[in-house]
């Protein structure tokens, strides 16, 4: 295979955009990366579009407003790694030597729901039941809680130190720091969950630029070399079923770390899909950054500050930047690329040189999780 890199990124910033639908929010975003990278429509070999709700044709939509027109486009729905799979296709057109330069973006407007929980397909057994996404978390930090030790409190540390990350972050949807106190505060949503133990759901786009190694070198942007793209579904079985191990990301964390030939002490920043509280919990654990049932230590020892071990979502991730379900992935890896391009300013990692992105999602009868998503990213 050959080398891919990151050589542009852009983010229209998330929060509730009401009345700019998804095709839009994805055109800005694609607009402001080929504003940004120099590159004009003609150049781009082709292009993938992530969405769980923007509708049919979503990516030829977006790409033909800004120019593109002609080559293979593709849309891409995996549920919350709808956006990280449209990278992932967009790295294996590189990779395997069909293209030179490929556009991936991810975009979504969750304000037309109204509030509320997600929606889900409703031809499935639990869902048809009434399990919904902030259920199936609750279930787990129960599970994780009555395991381990661990308390609500050390829940609510979580959301105080990625609301902290957010709020220094121009992009996320909520720019405010919290208190412990303004967690416990905050109206109950399924137990032991708070409000401010989950993310909000929030409509943005964004949008990233990759290449070969040939096509790098002539651009004035930088770039950094994407080392793993990985992309793994959930396996399917109906007996017992362990919350508090999330198998999915243990099996993708996997082969991304054999791809890209490094460990999990190798990583200087992690992207997480944090869409609760207690999923920094589960899935640095499955990650292998922390033992089993000891995260929540590290997090309390401040292990996973911006300035500790290795700073888990310094951008803020889901519980501050927001969940625009099919821009997640794609914005996880802009904001890898600007903390590797040394490009973050206050959220700046100090010596960023190794980051990981990872995202999963999509709730179904008999998987942990639908599909997962990993990207391993490093400045050489």
């Not at 991810?106 to 397909?121: D, R």
């Not at 919290?178 to 967690?183: H, K, L, Q, R, Y």
Request: aromatic share 6%; charged share 20%.
């Amino acid at each position: 295979m050959r080398p891919v890199y990151v050589a542009g990124a852009a983010v229209h910033p998330f929060g509730k955009h009401l009345g700019v639908n998804a095709a839009e929010l994805g055109f800005r975003a694609v607009q402001e990366l080929l504003a940004s990278t120099g590159i004009s429509p003609e150049q781009v070999d082709a292009g993938y579009g992530g969405s769980t709700y923007g509708g049919s044709l979503l990516a030829q939509r977006v790409l033909q407003r800004v120019g593109v027109s002609g080559p293979p486009v593709y849309t891409v729905e995996n549920a919350c790694a709808s956006g990280a799979s449209a990278v992932h296709l967009a790295w294996q057109a590189i990779a395997g030597g069909f293209a030179d330069c490929v556009i991936a973006f991810g975009t979504e407007n969750l304000s037309g729901f109204g509030g509320g929980t997600l929606p889900l397909t409703t031809n499935d057994i639990e869902i048809s039941q009434g399990m919904v996404m902030t259920a199936a978390y609750a279930m787990r930090a129960q599970r994780y809680l009555h395991d381990f030790g661990a308390t609500v409190d050390d829940l609510s540390r979580v959301s105080v130190k990625n609301r902290g990350n957010g709020a220094l972050n121009p992009r996320a949807h909520f720019q405010k720091a919290i208190s412990a106190e303004d967690v416990e505060d905050s109206r109950p949503v399924a137990d032991p969950l708070r409000l401010l133990h989950c993310c909000p759901n929030s409509d943005g786009a964004a949008a990233v630029l990759l290449c070969s190694e040939a096509f790098a070198k002539e651009l004035a942007t930088p770039s950094i070399r994407m080392r793993a793209s990985v992309v793994r579904s959930g396996d399917f079985h109906t007996s017992y079923r362990d919350m508090t191990w999330p198998d999915i990301t243990a099996r993708a964390a996997k082969a991304a770390y054999e791809m890209a030939d490094i460990k999990p002490s190798d990583l200087d920043l992690v992207e997480l899909h944090d869409a609760f509280s207690v999923a920094e919990f589960l899935h640095t654990e499955a990650l292998g950054i922390a033992e089993r049932g000891q995260a929540y230590k590290a997090t309390a020892r401040g292990e996973f500050d911006r300035d500790g071990r290795v700073a888990i979502s310094p951008s803020g991730g889901l519980l501050s930047r927001g969940h625009p379900v099919g821009a997640t992935g794609v914005t996880q890896i802009c904001e890898s690329y600007w903390q590797l391009t040394g490009e973050a300013g206050d959220l700046q990692v100090p010596g960023a040189e190794v980051a990981l992105t990872h995202v999963t999602g999509g709730g179904i009868f008999g998987v942990d999780n639908g599909a997962c998503s990993i990207h391993i990213l490093t400045t050489t």
